[in-house]
């Protein structure tokens, strides 16, 4: 998992758009980042994939929550993947029908461990086009997790 604070988040240094919130995750203490408001949305990073099991088929996941009085969510929100092979991947997703819910996984895409993609990914989720104002978005980290 690559929490919070060691993601790239866009406004993340000025309180009036995000501020960090500390969550009890298992026997230790993280970080999350909660937006409180912003038009333009980017939260992003990336991983070495050396450290990673060969052979092994992975996904990359966005672990957030949308809180109850969320809004500004009807655009949706584009998520990529991008391979040290320079391939890419993307997709859209709706993350208001998540308000009021639990932590969601949110999938960015996904890769297979091999000497093509040995080296650094990057991934970001962004929604810059719209120009609306979103709320309440809860940002734990991104998890790259073995795919069953």
Known sequence: MIYARNLGITW????????????QYGASCVEAAVLR?????????TFDTRVL????????????????????WETP???KLTLPCNRAQERSVRLNVYIGRSWVAI???????????????????????SNSWKKGLIVKGVEIRPKN
Request: proline letters at 4%; charged letters at 15%; a negative charge.
């Open 12 to 23: 993340s240094d000025n309180s009036e758009y995000w501020s960090l919130q500390s969550l």
């Open 37 to 45: 408001n912003v038009c333009w949305l980017d939260v992003n990073g």
């Open 53 to 72: 099991t060969p052979g092994t088929r992975y996904e990359v996941v966005y672990v957030v929550k949308l809180e109850d009085t969320a809004s500004g």
């Open 77 to 79: 929100v584009n998520l």
């Open 107 to 129: 999938p960015a895409g996904e890769f297979i461990t091999t000497p093509q993609n040995a080296g650094q990914i990057s991934f970001s989720m962004y929604e810059t086009a």
